[in-house]
């Protein structure tokens, strides 16, 4: 074949190819087209309150709709090889608002952040620490503001900076310095008792908590969560603690039963009192989630048997029910997230919960059937009165 007929034959190749190429994008004009005449004849409006006037629950659903409206919206910028991820917006009375539109979960570690973001974390511990801002408090503010870093974002930072320095407790007569007990309890009891020959005994009250997954100090139980075992299972002498038994279990190498220090002092667990506060508090914030569970697991049922789209009606009326009892009561979903947050109760909230929730409860639709017969808030205030009575 001689040179003319091989340059004619590439220039036939190259012209199938550029009329291929002609075609494809002229179907692709077609297509976007027809597209951008649909997003035409669709009218996105709002026709109730503004997002400003919204309460924080409202605002999370509003956010989940505009989500949608602004990923069909910004779709088409996928043709020129982008992808849309977030759409930044400010309401009327000047508060950011971000839209994520990306299908991916946000980040959710601090090891992930860009170094700006861990900058500016770092000076939010910093005000934290330097105004005394609690991680409870900031909990509620976050729940307020839906653009605030999560708590456990900021606990994650605050761990960073941690592990620069090394802290070690030095003696001296100063808050917070190390102390010597013995020395401590001479010095008080000396300072409050100015004739000592009068008195023949003293009781010291030590206080403390327990937390992990061995926190009962009485028994080894390891989920305080499991009702599957018989109410005495734990009461079997093997599963009981003794203070000879803590002190074996802390000189060795691997913690066991929650054991990990010998003991400041050696008092037998039989002395032992349970402080009613905290045991109100633990037990109600428990018994408190199982029942926002129910009341989700319940709205789970209701979307899945009838729409997707159902409205969550035995949360939203579950957290009226709690707001009639006289508290100030808010669940929500966090951006980027399926688990429920809700407002955390004070001891004096709590007590009106288990004073007048249960019978509520009963009284309403909320919650499943064979959960409504098992509720126990009645029982458990009833022992609340009687341990803060004795």
Known sequence: MDS???????IAENLDTCLDQIDYILKRNATLTTYI???EKQHYSNSGKKFDDLQPRQRLRKLKTLESYGEKALSF???FGLNPTRLDCISDAGKKVSLNLSDSPSKDSYDTLHASEKDNLRQLVFLFDKFCVSDI????????FDNMP???IVSQ??????KIFHLERLPGNMPGAMINLDTELKRVIKQNFQNLSNVTKLDIKFSGGSTGNFACPWCKVHNRFDTSKAWDFYHNVDMLRSIDE?????SQSKSQFGVKHRPLLKIDVDYYVPDELHLMLRVSDILLRNMINDCKNKDDKIRKEIKSGCKPINIDNFEDLVQSCGVVFHICTPKGSNDLEWTSLSGGEKIKLLKYLPEKLLNSDVLKTDTKEKVVWQDFYAIYLFVCSK
């Open 4 to 10: 003319a007929s091989i340059k004619t034959s590439n």
């Open 37 to 39: 005449d649909n997003i």
């Open 77 to 79: 910028a996928n043709t």
């Open 137 to 144: 408090a900031y909990h509620e503010l976050s729940m307020l």
């Open 150 to 152: 999560r708590k456990y």
């Open 157 to 162: 930072s605050r761990n960073d900076i941690n």
């Open 246 to 250: 803590i002190v074996t279990l802390s």
